[in-house]
């Protein structure tokens, strides 16, 4: 058994990656403005839109400009999706005649859905209107994976130009994006999952009667349109509580496969697009051998740690693996797979609960975000961050050599290299400096359902997801509080625009460059050296930054289970 689900994680692996490279040569020519097979459709729709909004297609932007637009657009999407849910007890498609959303909860989860975190501290279907899930969070599905994309388009453009005062028009990237990638895909994958039954209607709730003759309300609604885009886009949010954990959501294992196959394809996708606008594929491989590498380690020590019995039940005589929190139908194979993948890419979405999981499990889920969730990572702002790593580790190659550090026929200098440790070390700091300050205050402790250890992994876990802008929970911490909402609101945004902000400053200290010619003494980037010492540097970074931490939470937690002891 254990053969044949290493085989179908084996096999899964190679086929994503096959379908990967095409789809990033497509986007590649997308990004570029090239013509591609879906041009004589949306062309003229890409048009009408830059028409109606005034937007100039060939007017490029410096950073700052584009850093600009970027944010006040973050900022109308955060203050339409809070005003959203304070009126939708006025507004149409409620059949379920739900009130407006307390403002505290309104507030968190209009951060969550424009900086592309999806967290939920509230239950979809007890919670939310139609109009509200389908207005609010599915358009900002599409939205902020498009800004994160558009976020690594600059920076691209920053290494491939050469004294150049521009990035790019972030209104263009935005629309090309969602237009020629996202919206696509998505509208193939609903219909997919339609076929397979998860649920696509707006019709009212569901009375049905129990054996018992008792009355019961079947929540449904405009799943699949979600659903897809929650996937694709590298979101997470669902449409109910349980998430994909849901039958509505995820009912059976072909729609569990292809469900976990779209969290992937796009992150992965992208890394290979980069080699190609680059004109340096080997340098995309590269990149690409490196975050595989951290997804199969992370991935093998889940999945050990799911198919070792809890310690104390295996007293009991009681084997198999650690079933506790999963489907039947999935099992631990396709949990660890689900679990290790909606970590490493900013997709919050969960098939099991990960509060059930091994304390291993849940640590190497909780590396995989606290590194800056750079193993393939969400749309756009995973690959950046896996860039800062890259400027780090050739910074460290220059020291070792004594030259100064290049990549990509770029000199990295101080300012490159004070910007890329900003967007490292400031997310991890403030996931440090916020879960210590909700252990230490009642407010913090007060949504708690475990002591100890575990009671330290659940507020850990909360706000690494915030600021991985991931939004996974670990599902044992009641988190629908004004404390936790206006907190993890604020990791949200330090977590999305401390990683981006310097990305674009980057981009534009280094498009103002030349290129410099490379030589003997220059430090190969495309080396299996290279792959080694980048993986290093961020296992590294991350055990030095989180291994105190994580020693009073999981690791303790695992010692305590084989002491018999449990939370």
Known sequence: MVIEEVLLIILFLLILTIAAIPLGKYMSKVFTGKKTFMTPVIRPVENFIYRICSIDQNQEMTWKRYAYALLIFNIIGITFLFALQLIQNFLPLNPAQMSSVRWDTALNTAISFATNTNWQSYAGETTMSYLTQM??????????????????LALIRGFTRQNSDTVGNFWVDLTRTSLYVLLPIAVVFALILASQGVVQTIDPY??????????????????????????????GGGFFNANSAHPFENPNGLTNILETFAILLIPISLVFAFGYIIRNFKQGLVIFAAMMILLVAGMGVAY???SQSNPIIDKLGVTGGNMEGKELTFGVA????????????????????????MPLTGLVYMFNMGIGEVIFGGLGVGLIGMLFYVILTMFIAGLMIGRTPEFLGKKLGPYEMVMAVIAL???????????????SLPDGLTGLNNPSAHGLSEILYAYTSALANNGSAFAGLSANTVFYNLTLGLGMLIGRFAVI??????????????RVATDASTFPSTSALFVIMLVSVVIV????????VFALGPILEQLFLHGGLTF
């Not at 400031?426 to 252990?439: E, K, Q, R, S």
């Not at 902000?501 to 030349?514: F, R, W, Y």
């Not at 970074?541 to 105190?548: C, D, E, S």
């Open 425 to 439: 070390v400031v997310p991890a700091a403030m996931i440090l400096i916020l879960a210590g300050i909700a252990i």
């Open 304 to 306: 050990y740690a799911e």
């Open 334 to 357: 396709e949990s660890v797979l689900w679990g290790s993948t909606t970590t490493d890419v900013s997709n919050g979405g969960v098939n099991s609960m990960h509060d059930s999981a």
């Open 501 to 514: 902000i310097p990305a674009l400053a980057i981009a534009g200290a280094l498009a103002k460059k030349g």
């Open 135 to 152: 207005l609010g969070m599915t358009v900002q599905n599409f939205l902020s994976a498009s800004v994160g994309i558009a976020a690594l």
């Open 541 to 548: 970074v991350g055990a030095l930054t989180f291994f105190p």
């Open 206 to 235: 569901v009375t049905a009667q129990t054996l018992n003759g008792a009355n019961q309300t079947i929540a449904i609604g405009p799943v699949a349109s979600q659903e897809a885009i929650k996937m694709i886009g590298s979101n």
